[in-house]
Nanobody
Framework: QVQLVESGGGLVQAGGSLTLSCAAS????????MGWFRQAPGIQRELVAT??????????NYIDSVKGRFTISRDNAKNTVYLKMNSLKPEDTAVYYC????????????????WGQGTQVTVSS
């Protein structure tokens, strides 16, 4: 069993910043990466960023729409993953979820069935 708890969401004006946190506990040894997803109303949940948890560098990947604005990072000692979001846009508005999963060498991420409860991010124009 894995427990994931997100925090840090809120309401922010366009151009502002937020940092999301995801605290993980339980049997994390089955997974080698973590990812942040988001889901806006009426839209399929999409993968935003991933980070490897098993190497010193922490290989990261991002979708094009957040590259240069979002930064995923980790603190292995705290079993916590962060998503720093800068220059936020109204289209970033969504519920953000973290997930423990598998990152393959080709960069593809396979999510597990373990999800946090989500944290709402709302960006006003």
């Amino acid at each position: 069993q894995v427990q994931l708890v997100e925090s840090g969401g809120g309401l922010v004006q366009a151009g502002g910043s937020l940092t999301l946190s995801c605290a993980a506990s339980g049997s994390m040894f089955s997974f080698n990466a973590m990812g942040w997803f988001r889901q806006a109303p009426g839209i399929q949940r999409e993968l935003v960023a991933t980070i490897s948890m098993i190497n010193s560098g922490g290989r990261t990947n991002y979708i094009d729409s957040v590259k240069g604005r979002f930064t995923i990072s980790r603190d292995n000692a705290k079993n916590t993953v962060y998503l720093k979001m800068n220059s936020l846009k109204p289209e970033d508005t969504a519920v953000y979820y973290c997930n423990a999963g598998t990152l393959y060498i080709n960069g593809n991420y396979s999510p597990s069935t373990y999800w946090g409860q989500g944290t709402q991010v709302t960006v006003s124009s």
